[in-house]
């Protein structure tokens, strides 16, 4: 049984800054790719930023210079930092982690987090 427990989200006004949290726990071996979707009302989810174990990272263009991601592999985290804030980045937040349950398992599974509301007002 995996985990993800996400914190962080919550009310800021447009500018402002919040940073999102997701701590993975459970039947871990090994992690590989974490990422932050995010889903709006009215619309379908999107891939809003994602990082390698290695550390490479990959952006949508819509929070390219404003939104950075990290991740601490010794506890099992991933980090969303989130600047200058616009009304269009309200929606709810949700992390995917891609672990491997065993030593010796040979494929990804894909674990996903509650969710997390960020609301931008204007």
């Known amino acids: 049984q995996v985990q993800l427990v996400e914190s962080g989200g919550g009310l800021v006004q447009a500018g402002g800054s919040l940073r999102l949290s997701c701590a993975a726990s459970?039947?871990?071996?090994?992690?590989?790719?974490m990422g932050w979707h995010r889903q709006a009302a009215g619309k379908q989810r999107e891939l809003v930023a994602s990082?390698?174990?290695?550390?490479?990272?990959n952006y949508a263009d819509s929070v390219k210079g404003r939104f950075t991601i990290s991740r601490d592999n010794a506890k099992n985290t991933v980090y969303l930092q989130m600047n200058n804030l616009k009304p269009e980045d309200t929606a709810v937040y949700s992390c995917?982690?891609?672990?491997?349950?065993?030593?010796?398992?040979?494929?990804?599974?894909?674990?996903w987090g509650q969710g997390t509301l960020v609301t931008v007002s204007s």
């Open positions: 995917k982690v891609d672990y491997l349950p065993a030593v010796l398992a040979v494929r990804f599974l894909e674990v």
């Open positions: 459970g039947r871990i071996f090994s992690i590989g790719a």
């Open positions: 990082i390698t174990r290695g550390g490479t990272t």
